[in-house]
């Protein structure tokens, strides 16, 4: 690997170093080996930089209402006035078709488990990037699809595993952070 600074080189590193060095006579001599590669990076210039509009890259407002759900989700909860207990319907041997205030719950209730999803991934692409994103889908699928995230136990799977695989996308990411507002998110939206 060798540094650049304005064209000029200004350090020279290969994988068996221990250290940057200053002359390139070490490197020269494992770039010639068999199997050498090379590979080119590059960095933006601290102008571009400062021109980078962060607030296109976040989705502030989803951010935020995942911070008030996750405050929400601490606070103290009292417990709701018990109601009795509704007599038990006989059922006939062949049961009715739903009703259409069923229909539509299912599908409140599909679109309120869209909806979280989509948050999930929100959140982690704001901790990992767009490959937080993605990660989010492959476990979600990977513990059941999203209904799953009705089943304490294959939420704790979920998020076990995108603590397990957030490290590996970027070791220096806020990965227990992330979690902590995953999980404050998931109580927070299917508590409602």
Do not use: C
């Amino acid at each position: 690997m060798i540094f650049y600074k304005d064209g000029a080189p200004i350090g020279f590193y290969h994988d068996a170093a221990q250290q940057i060095e200053t002359s390139p006579a070490e490197s020269q001599r494992v770039a010639a080996l068999p199997g050498a590669r090379i590979e080119i990076r590059s960095t933006p210039s601290a102008d571009e930089l400062l021109h980078h509009n962060f607030l296109e890259t976040l989705n502030i407002d989803r951010l935020w209402q995942a911070s008030v759900s996750r405050h929400a989700a601490s606070q103290p909860q009292t417990a709701p006035k018990a109601e009795p207990e509704p007599k038990p319907v006989p059922t006939a041997v062949n049961a009715p078709a739903p009703e259409p205030e069923q229909v539509q719950n299912s599908a409140d209730h599909e679109a309120q488990l869209l909806e979280l999803v989509d948050d999930l991934q929100e959140i982690a692409k704001a901790y990992l990037g767009r490959q937080g994103s993605d990660l989010v889908d492959n476990l979600i699928d990977l513990v059941g699809g999203k209904t799953a995230l009705l089943d304490s136990q294959k939420v704790t799977a979920f998020l076990a595993a995108m603590t397990a695989q957030s490290s590996d996308i970027d070791p220096d990411a806020k990965i227990e952070e992330m979690i902590d507002l995953m999980r404050s998110e998931i109580a927070g939206r299917l508590s409602v």
